[in-house]
């Protein structure tokens, strides 16, 4: 099994969802991918946000990286947006004209745009919707710090947002056409962006720090597009009689780090020493090798602490597997095809086919874990074609389905990823009266106490005041009839003070 080593950094993410979704094979070559060719279609957000979110602006060597990874009659094509979008890279096959524009293209990439026209973006990239040719599998990547964003009216953006999810994004999935969302900061809407993926039977990721992007981007590629591989072990891989050639790709740290790669012979070879067969490209973050006609044996890659390498092979003999979907909804059974294939087609002998073991290992959240025996369990299928159930998943999450090949000579693994999404729990409907407790059952009652002794206080307050005003009263009149006698006081007091309660005249 492979040693990975974790990597970090924002354009590992971007460069191995791409590459994955790529197959990882061409002029630089990986491994051909299977089924029909990618067509690759890359929306980036150029919004003024990006200058925190990608402050080094690692987008643009990131697409160089994949310029240079796209395999030949592959079709791709990349859109920038802001406010408005633009195509920087014509959508077309890849040839040796088409990755000169686009290396060209990849300075245009900034931080000019004003707002995050999402839905255009999506438009601008589906142009054919409709009309798109079958012999190539469409995929389509949607980089983006924001959320939609096309106006100074909050209403009309959640009106488009709305729009897009309803009509747009059910079209594309039924089409087949997947929308891979990738969030690059916590002000991305990420419910809108999973709800886009989703809707798209695509992959929905989210990153906090580099080190979980670098991993995010890691799965997410061979989830859409899985590569044979040669286990690394330490730092050590094996290559046997049948490989052509191979394709190392490390992601770093560091700026400036070492990388080496020695044969089993014992030459050593580095980017600074140009060899023939051996065809290096590499940046700040990352180091590709391409060894052609490479010696029999044991290779050493040596690379610094925390890079991440993997080893893709062209071989005359190929493991194939059939992608599994993006996202599976929980408890459904699902299937792999696994076959052999040499120059001739699909191996069918049974007395080649006995020369090798498979084997699948799945694993998954809260440390789920099972293995297939596929050479013990199933016998040997005269297509030549394996055809292996999967447990169902019953727990949402991200399960890693790992193809396992051995021979006397030969190892090669194929790791596959599927998101399985876990239907979340109705509220339980109680039909029994809620209970009431006794504190609750008393609460009225000393409610209702409160509320007297309050209209109590209130009656006193009223009838001292009205004491307080009587005699107020009296005195002065007291003292404006001094002179005067008792009898014309108390007279004139009762004639003229409406609170006395005396209601009969003088005679």
């Known amino acids: 099994m492979s040693v990975l080593q974790r990597p970090t950094g924002f354009i590992s993410r971007f460069v191995l969802l791409c590459a994955l979704l790529l197959s990882a094979s061409s002029h630089l070559q990986a491994q051909t991918p299977l089924g029909p060719q990618p067509d690759l279609r890359l929306l980036i957000d150029i919004s003024g946000s990006m200058k925190e979110s990608d402050p080094d602006n690692l987008r643009g060597p990131a697409l160089e990286l994949i ?34 524009r686009a290396l060209d293209a990849v300075a245009r990439i900034d931080n000019s745009g004003q707002r995050t026209n999402i839905p255009a973006a999506l438009a601008a990239a589906t142009y054919d919707l409709g009309s798109m040719d079958p012999t190539y599998r469409t995929s389509v ?53 999973r709800a886009l993926a989703n809707s798209t039977a695509g992959l929905a990721e989210k990153a906090r720090t580099a080190a979980q992007l670098t991993e995010i981007f890691v799965q997410s590629l061979e989830m859409v597009a899985p590569t044979a591989r040669v286990p690394i072990v330490g ?89 599994l979907p993006n996202s599976l909804p929980a408890g459904r059974v699902t299937e ?83 998101e399985v999404i876990a239907e979340e729990a109705a509220p339980a409907i109680s039909t029994r009266p809620a209970e009431v407790s006794e504190q609750d059952l008393q609460r009225p009652a000393v409610t209702l106490i409160a509320l007297l002794l309050l209209a109590l206080a209130v009656a006193f307050w009223v009838y001292r005041r009205r004491r307080k005003r009587k005699m107020a009263i009296w005195q002065r009149r007291f003292d404006a009839s001094r002179g005067g006698s008792e009898d014309t006081v108390v007279s004139g007091l009762s004639a003229t003070d409406p609170d006395s309660g005396d209601n009969e005249k003088a005679p």
């Open 336 to 418: 792999l095809g696994i076959r052999l294939r040499d120059a001739e087609g699909v191996i069918s002998q049974p007395e080649l086919l006995q020369l090798f073991t498979l084997a699948v290992q799945v694993t998954g959240p809260d440390g789920y874990s099972e293995s297939i025996d596929v050479s013990g369990r199933y016998p040997v299928p005269a297509t030549g074609e394996y055809r292996v159930s999967v447990p169902a998943f019953e727990r949402g999450g991200r399960y890693q389905v790992l193809v396992q090949l051995r021979g006397e000579t030969l190892e090669r693994e194929l790791p596959l990823y599927v």
């Open 141 to 193: 990547v949607l980089l983006t710090d924001g959320k939609v964003d096309l106006s100074a009216s909050p209403m009309a953006n959640a009106t488009a947002a709305r729009d897009l999810l309803a009509n747009t994004a059910p079209e594309l999935g039924a089409t087949g056409i997947p929308v891979h969302t990738i969030a690059l900061s916590e002000e991305a809407d990420w419910t809108f962006l």
């Open 67 to 100: 310029v240079r990874l796209l395999p030949d009659g592959a079709r791709a094509g990349v859109w920038i947006f802001g406010e408005n979008v633009q195509q920087i890279v014509p959508h077309q096959v890849v040839d040796a004209q088409w990755r000169e």
């Open 235 to 323: 730092n050590i891989f094996l290559i046997d009689d049948t490989v052509d050639e191979f394709t190392a790709l490390v992601f770093l740290q560091e700026a400036g780090a070492e990388v080496t790669l020695t044969s089993p012979a014992g030459s050593v070879y580095s980017p600074e020493q140009r060899a023939d067969g051996v065809d290096w490209f590499e940046s700040s973050q990352f180091a590709l090798v391409t060894v052609t006609s490479p010696e029999r044996g044991a290779w050493t890659l040596a690379a610094p602490d925390g890079a991440r390498s993997r080893v893709s092979v062209i071989s005359d003999l190929k493991l194939e597997v059939d992608p």
